[in-house]
């Protein structure tokens, strides 16, 4: 076993490249004391490779993308960026309208899913953007998964549920497949 002082602040998630050799985390002080932080590791040693700024409030996710040639972030505030693996450079940055945890790229690299505290979950358009579906149906989403062909959207909540978003015409209005709750 190998450990490592990895942050000097909580750590949120962990990450792996789609190849498994680099490793990405992230951190942050959610009273936004520090910024918060992501950090690219080699993971066969844990030895760092690069760190990541921009984050100005706790990085609660941090996700690479099926090729892995990107890394999605997200921060308390709701801002995600997006950077360049190799070069280490932010690429994009997009604004969700409340606090954001979960990331899911679809399974193509085309789009993003934040679950975000209000409940919701954006279907974001990586290259222009632009929010194409908004998706409710839970009082705080807490992991959004895409079902391996891209075509429906998976968000759990808080409260005992799970909702299936169909995501295979992106040109309707999407909806709900099946919502199922537990007790």
Not at 47 to 73: C, K, M, N, Q, W
Not at 157 to 166: C, N, R, V
Not at 167 to 183: C, F, I, K, M, Q
Request: proline share 4%; with cysteine.
């Amino acid at each position: 076993m190998k450990k490592v002082n990895a942050h000097s602040q909580p750590v949120y998630d962990v990450s792996f490249s789609p190849d498994g050799n680099t490793t990405a985390t992230c951190c942050g002080d959610w009273t936004k004391a520090e910024p918060g932080r992501v950090k690219l590791w080699k993971a066969s040693s844990l030895t760092e490779i690069a760190r990541l700024d921009g984050h100005e409030s706790a990085v609660r996710s941090a996700v690479f993308d099926p090729d892995g040639s990107r890394l999605a972030s997200v921060s308390e505030d709701g801002v995600i960026r997006i950077w360049d693996v190799e070069t280490q450079t932010e690429l994009a940055v997009f604004r969700n309208s409340t606090g954001a945890r979960p990331l899911e790229w679809s399974p193509d690299g085309k789009l993003l899913a934040a679950g975000l505290h209000d409940g919701t979950t954006n279907l974001w358009n990586v290259k222009t953007g632009a929010v194409v579906r908004r998706f409710g149906g839970h009082k705080d989403t807490f992991s959004v998964r895409f079902v391996p062909d891209g075509s429906i959207l998976i968000g759990a909540g808080g409260e005992k549920q799970i909702t299936l978003w169909d995501t295979s015409d992106l040109a309707g209005a999407g909806g709900n497949v099946a919502h199922v709750s537990g007790n």
